[in-house]
């Protein structure tokens, strides 16, 4: 499975962005998808995460009520609509993708992952 992450860049605190990852390489509804991010001198946090059919998703406490995942099966796209951002959003966002239909939270279960796009939030 290839990942590619795009639409990061800079963006002033309070606005909005949505990144994109195309998947490609096996049947896109076979797997549940989610989103990482990595800000500088951090590890690795989980963001998002979706399901197969986009019934069920689970997001981080930080980002509950500002950002959205959702996919579209049809386009093998998995998306994340981010909004009110802060300036402890900037990061790499990666997307990542699990052999399992079902949603899941642990980074260590997910079997795919993107090149990362990066996110900047200015004060």
């Known amino acids: 499975v290839q990942l590619q992450a795009s639409g990061g860049g800079l963006v002033q605190a309070g606005g909005s962005l949505r990144l994109s990852c195309a998947a490609s390489g096996r049947t896109f509804s076979s797997l549940a998808m989610g989103w990482f991010r990595q800000a500088p001198g951090k590890e690795r946090d989980f963001v998002a995460a979706i399901n197969w059919s986009g019934g069920t998703t689970y997001y981080a406490d930080s980002v509950k009520g500002r950002f959205t995942i959702s996919r579209d099966n049809a386009k093998n796209t998995v998306y994340l609509q981010m909004g009110s951002l802060k300036p402890e959003d900037t990061a790499v966002y990666y997307c990542?993708?699990?052999?399992?239909?079902?949603?899941?939270?642990?980074?260590?279960?997910?079997?795919?992952w993107g090149q990362g796009t990066l996110v900047t939030v200015s004060s």
């Open positions: 990542a993708a699990r052999s399992t239909i079902v949603a899941g939270t642990q980074e260590s279960t997910y079997d795919y």
